[in-house]
């Protein structure tokens, strides 16, 4: 039996990807590892924290994102005695277990460094280099995200293993009584298009409001467009952009969506458009074809490998391209709901249990 420990910090201090990745990879490991011990470690202030049953949870005082995190956590971590330490947030201490595995999610800071703050970009480019040659092995959601790691970073292939991240089972067809309650409680309009994810510069939204513009100059009663989310990081300039180009009776912005509400919004929506500059995997695109939604998505970095032959995929750069694409989702019936059924086809193969067991083999190949 080996002890097996992984860092959930972040789940308190951020909602999003990478929070979502902790969780249901630490639970479905519960699920399909009845053999090793477990120990998940989460901030001390997250009182309410409940690991999956079978799995320890112990409590750290180290912050995420610290200066002093490494030398502090290698000294809260002492004790417990770990073989395998799995940093998913790719930031490891000096020496928390024998061994130590990270993900590395993605290179947006890499890539597009100009879309963080000057903060956060030294902050980055200090810790990844350390990162990626302390850790014994790496873990990506992509094979665009590993070759980014050999490219940029000059890591080894065989350093780096690629698990596919997974959609979580509630994301289907909504059922008539859920899409009621929800079109109600959230007010939707009867159609529109929709992009999900947070506000952000490489995400692109700029792009998205810029075509959106063009579809209702060729369109004047076309549908409004959903901007979902959260406001990440330099959200302003992409905000303001709603009324420079004087869309603001077409746009309508919702935060802090319900999880629950997701595979609804995400059903009746004509397409879901991402046209990123960079995703490290895109969960919302295989959310949305999980729930019998189009997308829209850029051709570029891990989305292509996310949705396949499913949707359409854009130039991010090319406006009049992600204008047509939508423009066709809207108004090809007969195509839209072919590509709705192959994309839930799709959806199908992207479990977490698949990710867990690749996560899993890692663990057990460097004990």
């Not at 039996?1 to 959930?8: E, P, Q």
């Not at 980014?148 to 959609?167: P, S, W």
């Not at 969506?257 to 929506?269: K, Q, V």
């Not at 991402?274 to 189009?294: D, K, N, Q, R």
Request: proline share 6%.
């Amino acid at each position: 039996m080996a002890h097996f420990g992984i860092d959930h910090r972040l789940t308190y201090y951020r909602k999003g990807g990478i929070s979502t990745y902790m969780t249901r990879l630490t639970q479905s490991l519960a699920e399909l590892d009845r053999h090793n011990r477990y120990t998940v470690f989460h901030s001390r202030k997250d009182k309410n924290f409940s690991p999956p049953n079978g799995f320890r949870a112990a409590a750290l005082w180290t912050p995420c994102h610290h200066r002093y995190e490494r030398t502090a956590l290698s000294v809260e971590l002492a004790r417990f005695r770990l073989d395998v330490l799995h940093s998913p947030d790719f930031i490891p201490p000096y020496r928390g277990a024998k061994r130590h595995v990270i993900t590395v999610h993605d290179l947006t800071f890499m890539h597009y460094p100009q879309h963080i703050t000057s903060e956060s970009r030294r902050y980055y480019n200090v810790q990844i280099d350390y990162a990626v040659r302390h850790a014994d092995h790496i873990l990506t959601d992509s094979e665009s995200s590993k070759r980014d790691m050999v490219n940029m970073l000059g890591v080894a292939e065989e350093k780096i293993t690629v698990h596919i991240l997974g959609v979580e089972e509630h994301f289907t067809p909504p059922t008539d009584e859920a899409i009621a309650h929800w079109r109600e409680k959230l007010h939707l309009p009867e159609i529109y298009w929709l992009f999900l994810g947070t506000f952000e510069p490489r995400k692109n939204i700029i792009g998205l409001l810029e075509a959106y513009s063009r579809v209702r100059t060729r369109l004047a009663d076309a549908p409004p467009l959903i901007l979902a989310g959260t406001r990440g990081w330099l959200y302003e300039e992409s905000l303001n952009t709603i009324d420079t180009l004087k869309l603001t009776p077409y746009i309508w912005l919702l935060e802090d969506i319900p999880r629950d509400a997701l595979p609804t919004l995400y059903h009746e929506a004509i397409a879901l458009v991402t046209p990123s500059f960079y995703e490290g995997f895109g969960l919302p695109a295989l959310e949305a074809m999980a729930s019998g939604t189009v997308p829209i998505v850029s051709n570029r970095s891990s989305l292509p490998e996310v949705v396949g032959n499913v949707g359409l995929q854009v130039e991010p750069e090319d406006i009049d391209q992600i204008a047509s694409a939508m423009l066709r989702a809207l108004q090809d019936s007969e195509w839209r709901q072919a590509q709705q059924a192959a994309g839930r086809t799709r959806a199908a193969n992207f479990t977490w249990q698949k990710t867990a067991e690749t996560a899993l083999h890692v663990y057990e190949t460097l004990v």
